[in-house]
C-alpha cells in the first residue's frame, strides 16, 4: 500500500493505494496520521479510492485514526470510497461515525466549513 500526501491550506490529504489487509503498510497510515497531529494539523481527509480492498485490520486502522483525530479536536473525512469498501462500512455500521464524500475536493470543502 503507498500513502501519498498533500495539503490544502491547512487539511491534510492523505491519498491511499492498494490494499489494506493488515501489517506494517496498513499501520503506517495511523503513523502518518498521528505524525501530522504532532506537527498540528488537525484536519486530515482520507482519499480511498485507490483502495482495492479493506479487510478487519483495515478498518481498525481507520477507527485508530478516528480516535486520533477526535481526541485532538480535529475532522476526519473519508473520501472516494468505493462500492466495495462503502458496503463493508455499511455492514459493519461503521457508516455512521465517519464522514465520507464522493471525492477528496468535497471532503476539503466540507472540512472548511
Same mark, same amino acid.
Given at each position: 500500500?503507498?500513502?501519498?500526501?498533500?495539503?490544502?491550506?491547512?487539511?491534510?490529504? @492523505? /491519498?491511499? /493505494?492498494?490494499?489494506?489487509?493488515?501489517?506494517?503498510?496498513?499501520? +503506517?497510515?495511523?503513523?502518518?496520521?498521528? #505524525? @501530522?497531529?504532532?506537527?498540528?494539523?488537525?484536519?486530515?481527509?482520507?482519499?480511498?479510492?485507490? %483502495?482495492?480492498?479493506?479487510? /478487519?485490520?483495515?478498518?481498525?486502522?481507520? %477507527?485508530?485514526?478516528?480516535?486520533?483525530?477526535? =481526541?485532538?479536536e #480535529? =475532522?476526519?473525512? @473519508?473520501?472516494g470510497?468505493?462500492?466495495?469498501?462503502?458496503?463493508?462500512?455499511? %455492514?459493519?455500521? @461503521?457508516?455512521?461515525?465517519?464522514?465520507?464524500?464522493?471525492?477528496?475536493?468535497?471532503?476539503? +470543502?466540507?472540512?472548511?466549513?
Amino acid at each position: 500500500m503507498k500513502i501519498k500526501e498533500k495539503f490544502d491550506k491547512n487539511i491534510a490529504v @492523505l /491519498s491511499l /493505494s492498494g490494499k489494506m489487509m493488515g501489517g506494517p503498510d496498513t499501520m +503506517a497510515v495511523h503513523q502518518h496520521v498521528k #505524525g @501530522l497531529l504532532a506537527d498540528g494539523t488537525r484536519n486530515v481527509v482520507i482519499d480511498m479510492k485507490d %483502495i482495492k480492498w479493506l479487510n /478487519s485490520s483495515g478498518l481498525g486502522v481507520l %477507527i485508530a485514526c478516528k480516535t486520533s483525530v477526535d =481526541q485532538a479536536e #480535529g =475532522q476526519l473525512c @473519508l473520501a472516494g470510497v468505493t462500492e466495495k469498501v462503502q458496503s463493508l462500512l455499511m %455492514i459493519s455500521h @461503521l457508516i455512521t461515525i465517519f464522514d465520507t464524500a464522493e471525492n477528496a475536493d468535497r471532503a476539503v +470543502a466540507a472540512l472548511r466549513q
